[in-house]
């Protein structure tokens, strides 16, 4: 069995190991359309349950990867029922299905082959969950309602949590050291998409 990984190789997917802090212009932007932005969080947490259900299929002889995935897609599911509820209170409608450039460009980064394949696939999701406990932690302190400064505080801990859930799948499943060395490398990743992106009212 695997060892588990170091706390040392934990906190370096903490929010705080992220190699690129958003600018705080993005704060800003999303609060002078704040209705545009909901749109766009709900529709990532509908793909985030999607994401995990897809795992889920790719996967089913995995036991412990297919409950925890099970587990995160209703809970990213409840999460965009939630959003929506927020829409609703501001007569804001679902928006339209558009790519995400951030994602796409991450996941473009995915290996080819079985192993790598199933290694990537975790680790960049991981990365993408810490980005969001990033900015949802932004939002938390932003100029908001109380009651939706609450919300997003909650957020930015769900999805502390599903970032470290999926190194430590990671780390089920491969060993610590192989985990450790490639955490790195997708944290570079994430940080050039990052980069690259203009600061909208989105959640990338």
């Not at 704040?34 to 749109?39: A, C, E, K, V």
């Not at 002889?61 to 599911?77: G, H, K, P, W």
Request: proline share 4%; aromatic share 8%; net charge negative.
């Amino acid at each position: 069995m695997n060892r588990p990984l170091t706390e040392e190789a934990l906190t370096i997917l903490s929010v705080g190991g992220l190699k690129l802090p958003t600018p705080t212009a993005w704060t800003q932007v999303v609060l002078s359309d704040f209705d545009r932005f909901l749109q766009d969080h709900a529709a990532n947490e509908r793909k985030a349950s999607a994401m995990a259900m897809s795992m889920v299929a790719h996967y089913p002889d995995r036991t412990e990867l297919v409950e925890a995935m099970i587990d995160l897609a209703l809970e990213e599911l409840n999460h965009f029922r939630q959003v929506v509820r927020l829409m609703l209170q501001r007569n804001v409608r679902l928006g339209d299905d558009e790519k995400d450039p951030y994602v796409n460009d991450i996941l473009r980064q995915v290996r080819k082959g079985t192993t790598p394949y199933f290694i990537d696939r975790l680790l960049s999701a991981a990365v993408i969950e810490a980005r969001g406990a990033e900015r949802f932690s932004l939002l938390a302190e932003a100029d908001l309602p109380k009651e939706v400064q609450t919300f997003y505080r909650t957020l930015a801990r769900s999805e502390a949590n599903h970032h470290q859930l999926f190194v430590r799948l990671a780390t089920r499943y491969f060993p610590a050291q192989t985990v450790e060395d490639r955490l790195v490398t997708w944290l570079d990743i994430e940080a050039s998409a990052m980069a690259a992106l203009e600061i909208r009212p989105r959640l990338h």
